[in-house]
């Protein structure tokens, strides 16, 4: 898996090789925005970007989605209580 990141106004970094580009932009593919850093989605590293605020949103959403069906919350699906 290969991991791009994007700075805005500065370049981009590969698999740890730098790239200085002055005229490097930074948008995120997830929230359309133009930020200040980006990461690559993707397992070739190209193509989609994400954002710091969208990456953090999709992490927390795993910590939330496995509280929420944790084994010892409620009966597991398919289960019928009595
Ligand atoms: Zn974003």
Do not use: N
């Amino acid at each position: 898996m290969s991991i791009e990141v994007h700075i805005a106004g500065r370049g981009r970094v590969r698999e740890g090789d730098e790239t200085v580009d002055t005229d490097q932009g930074a948008h995120c593919s997830l929230c359309g925005k133009d930020t200040d850093v980006v990461v690559s989605l993707t397992p070739d590293g190209t193509g989609s970007f994400g954002c710091r605020d969208c990456l953090r949103a999709r992490l927390e959403a795993t910590t939330v989605a496995a509280y929420l069906l944790q084994e010892s919350k409620g009966l597991p699906w398919g289960k019928i209580s009595g």
